[in-house]
């Protein structure tokens, strides 16, 4: 059955097109796990915010318009963006996934949407707790004001939390997408009386998705299929007749609990000092760390009487939207899931010592191969003009079947998970620290962790990089991540020199 990828008026107000391969991969996956309780890939967004309360106003007055300034700009966004407030349903009749969006109506107020959609969080909590705490992820992407337990009287502070299903937008989309919520909510805090939009015609503001954004063809040229396949036997290769390097994990649980995040950030001069010395040698922060990944990985290898060879596997996740056409690769669409997974895994074999041998950690000579070797994958990557051609085929080598029970049986856990790395890049090039009264700090998105492997992110804000890893809390434990990320730290910086 061919899809049809547009946005079509199925009746009244509502509008349907089908889903395409990576859409409906984190819809399945989603669908996969449903017996956990959770959702797999589940998108947290988070920034935080402050006001200054000014002068003649309350601390409690100034809390109140930055709601009704953030609610409003909510609902521009809703007009600006409609795919927030669209989801993924089945059609049974045809079989199919289909995304689906319905304007306000009678029954499915403005009013009404707001409230589903724009909830304060009652309980004091930080953010980052709140967001380590099992919080919900609802049918439609929602945005959660969560307020610290102590308060300065001059001053509002709060951290704001996106939580949607990853079928409907990717980490990429979500900072993007705070980037024109606070755009909005800064006009809105100035002019409070200023007009809303009126919807009605804003299905014409749907996002596609990436096939269509891209231009990409229905199907594969017969020479790409050639270079699937190859893709295929490679990937399959890689894992035979090695031992597989993972992260160890407590395997005393079956089912996956809940998803946490920890995260170390350098100072603005270490970090100043690393990004000048991988320049020098040809490397980008991600090639190192990616390296460092591997060589922890590898480090917390058992050791045995004699030294073995181990592969460490893993793979890179890469922002596609330069790849899509005007305006669907701008801020115009950031709701939307415009990124790809690499096709051929990358591997690295690496030596474990047998016990009672020391380990060079910071051994240069070890570490700068391995992050060449990086650098070589993900350019191999970036120069190969057919890789854009052959997403949707990968993605849909990953696409899992629909269950038959619902919910259904929780899948048995990963025995060899991975470590992977995200790099998001510099956050200030996407997010601006001031928009009129508000200042923001902090941002950082994560995906719902249910495996058991650590699923790492690199980022920089504000001149300071920052390591993180999304995990999930039955099978490893905060200080064990931390110190996953100390061990990466300490290689980069050991290894470069850098104090």
């Not at 009013?111 to 609802?138: A, M, Q, Y």
């Not at 950030?265 to 190192?288: D, P």
């Not at 893993?314 to 056409?325: A, G, M, P, Q, V």
């Not at 990086?374 to 890789?387: G, L, S």
């Amino acid at each position: 059955m061919a899809k049809n990828f547009d946005w079509k008026a199925t009746q009244p107000g509502r509008w349907e097109r089908d889903v395409d391969e990576i859409e409906e991969f984190y819809t399945s996956l989603a669908k996969f796990f449903a017996g956990t309780g959770r959702v797999f890939f589940a998108m947290t967004g988070f920034i935080s915010l402050s006001v200054p309360v000014e002068s003649g106003s309350s601390l409690q007055e100034t809390e109140t318009k930055v709601e009704k300034a953030l609610a409003k700009a909510w609902v521009r966004l809703r007009y600006d963006h409609p795919t927030i407030a669209s989801r993924v349903q089945y059609n049974v009749a045809e079989s199919k996934y289909q995304k689906v969006y319905e304007t306000f109506s009678d029954t499915n107020s403005e009013d009404n949407w707001v409230k589903e959609t724009f909830r304060i969080v009652e309980e004091r909590v930080s953010g980052l707790d709140w967001c380590n705490s099992d919080p919900p992820v609802p049918d439609f992407p929602t945005l959660f004001l969560v307020k610290p337990p102590s308060t300065d009287e001059g001053v509002f502070h709060a951290d704001l939390v996106l939580r949607s299903h990853h079928d409907i937008i990717d980490g990429m989309g979500t900072l993007l997408l705070f980037n024109n919520l606070f755009t909005h909510a800064a006009q809105a805090y100035e002019t409070p009386e200023g007009t809303t939009p009126m919807f009605g015609d804003e299905y014409k503001n749907l996002s596609p998705p990436l096939r269509v954004a891209a231009g990409l063809a229905a199907t594969l040229e017969p020479e790409l299929e050639n270079t699937m396949k190859d893709v295929l036997e490679y990937n399959a290769a890689m894992s035979k007749g090695v031992e597989v390097a993972s992260p160890p994990f407590n395997k005393a649980n079956a089912i996956p609990g809940k998803h946490q995040r920890v995260a170390i950030t350098l100072s603005a001069e270490t970090t100043s000092k690393l990004q000048v010395k991988c320049r020098s040698l040809g490397l980008s922060v991600t090639h190192a760390y990616h390296a460092a990944i591997a060589l922890a990985v590898r480090d917390l290898q058992e050791r045995k009487d004699t030294e073995r060879s181990v592969r460490y596997i893993s793979y890179c996740l890469i922002n596609e939207r330069h790849h899509c056409n005007d305006p669907y690769g701008t801020s115009a669409h950031p709701a939307s899931v415009y990124h790809s997974v690499s096709g051929r895994g990358l591997s690295v074999d690496l030596a474990v010592p047998a016990t009672g041998s020391t380990l060079a950690r910071s051994s240069k000579d070890e570490f700068i191969p391995i992050a060449q070797h990086m650098r070589d994958y993900y350019i191999a990557i970036r120069n190969n003009t057919d890789h854009i051609k052959l997403v949707p085929s990968y993605w849909a080598m990953k696409i899992l079947p629909r269950p038959k029970d619902d919910p259904p049986a929780i899948p048995p856990r990963n025995e060899t998970p991975s470590a992977s790395i995200s790099s998001m890049g510099v956050l200030d090039n996407v997010i601006r620290h001031r928009y009129g009264s508000f200042s923001v700090d902090s941002p950082w998105v994560t995906g719902e962790e249910m495996g058991s492997g650590l699923g790492l992110f690199l980022d920089t804000w504000k001149g300071r990089l920052t390591l993180s890893a999304a995990y999930n809390d039955a099978w490893h434990g905060k200080d064990e991540v931390l110190g996953v990320l100390g061990m990466c730290n300490d290689i980069v910086l050991g290894a470069l020199g850098v104090e």
